[in-house]
């Protein structure tokens, strides 16, 4: 009996690492590897082919429980609404179940359930990583990064590999202030996919939001060599060229160089100031400069908040501090329209005004 025993424990051992993750109820074989697939190309940001692989699956399997409800969460409002039916319609285990529930109550927008639900879930199958993916995202998305590291740490316990815990971990980190931790955990998502886009979209989104244009570059020029549909990382280096513009743009309001502004802008571009008709061309945008200039302003400081691109042109929301003799003297918001005209990207409209906010504080 005794040289059994050894057979016994690896087989109770298996049984048991097999009940750390939730059944997967499908009839298909065939549905079943395309769910899998599916959550590959999730955790590698493919949502396209994740889609392709979970409509696969559900031919295959109409009743496919986990298949719709991954559907849905690719899906727009109704779609998803009706995937979630048919969830709900169909017969799983009590784990899938819990699935389910959380799912619906993340469509109602009841988080604090989704989380409470999937929390219970995770202590029931701590060795899921797709679970502790779940959970984790949503810890983050609702600012409690602690509670979401957490989790994610845990996951990549029982799976180092976990590509999508990976990837949550870094922004987790980044968004707690874990600066040093973050970029360990971006690289190491590199290494662990390396012929995937998606680990250096987020490594040059972790770069470019330090500051780190050069290196932000190489990540997301390496991403679009991976994956030429990453259009994340394609208006990242749109970003990339605007901040670049805004360094020239602080050097020459620092050096009192209206002439250098006025070059950032299209041939035909307009200028739309607070209080005042538009000017428009290049001489015109000079001089007005020259006016701010000579008012006093020798500092500047502008931080993207949004970019969006539309092929050749590209529209940008910033946020803008004006200074004089190290003391900020307005806080101001910008839209701005940019041009691609000869590889370069180039103001062609920009309106701003002012925040209406005294000077409180010195410029930095």
């Known amino acids: 009996m005794t040289r059994f025993l050894p057979l016994l424990a690896l087989l109770l051992t298996a049984s048991l690492a097999h009940a750390q993750h939730v059944p997967v109820t499908t009839a298909s074989d065939a549905a079943r590897d395309h769910y899998a697939l599916a959550l590959t190309q999730v955790s590698y940001v493919d949502f396209d082919a994740a889609r392709a692989h979970l409509d696969a699956a559900i031919e ?32 799983v285990s009590d784990a899938e179940r819990q699935m389910v529930e959380a799912y619906a109550a993340h469509h109602d927008g009841d988080h604090d359930r989704e989380i409470e639900i ?46 999508g815990a990976l990837n949550m971990l870094g922004y987790t980190l ?28 987020s ?15 190489v990540q997301f020029t390496k991403a679009l060599a991976r994956d030429p549909d990453l259009t994340a990382s394609a208006d990242h ?31 035909n571009a307009m200028v739309m100031p607070p209080g ?22 020798d500092g500047l400081d502008v931080q993207t908040a949004e970019v969006a691109r539309f092929g050749n042109t590209a529209i940008r929301r910033s946020d803008i501090v004006l200074s ?11 839209l701005e329209v940019w041009r691609l005209v000869g590889g370069e990207w180039l103001y062609a409209r920009d309106m701003y005004s002012s925040n209406g906010e005294a ?3 010195d410029a930095n």
């Open 60 to 91: 295959a399997d109409p009743q496919f429980a986990l298949a719709h409800i991954y559907r849905a969460w690719l899906s727009p409002a109704a779609e998803g609404a009706e995937h979630l039916r048919h969830a709900q319609a169909a017969r």
């Open 118 to 163: 999937m929390r219970a879930l995770h202590e029931e199958h701590p060795d899921d990583g797709d679970v502790a993916t779940w959970l984790g995202n949503e810890f983050y998305f609702n600012d409690r990064y602690d509670e979401a590291a957490a989790v994610l740490r845990r996951a990549l316990e029982a799976d180092p590999s976990n590509a």
């Open 174 to 201: 980044k968004e707690a202030g874990d600066a040093d931790g973050a970029e360990r955990v971006f690289l190491e998502h590199i290494r662990v996919a390396p012929d995937e886009g998606n680990p250096y979209d």
């Open 203 to 217: 490594y040059g989104e972790f770069l470019l939001d330090e500051g780190r244009l050069d290196e932000a570059e």
């Open 237 to 267: 280096l749109v970003r990339i060229a605007m901040e670049r513009s805004d360094l020239r743009f602080e050097q020459a309001v620092a050096g009192g160089d209206a002439d250098a502004i006025a070059a950032l802008y299209t041939e």
């Open 276 to 297: 005042a008709p538009p000017v428009q061309g290049r001489d015109a945008i000079r001089d007005h400069f020259a006016g701010v200039l000579a008012a006093g302003i």
């Open 324 to 334: 004089a003799g190290g003391q900020v003297v307005d806080r101001a918001k910008a």
């Open 359 to 361: 000077a409180t504080a």
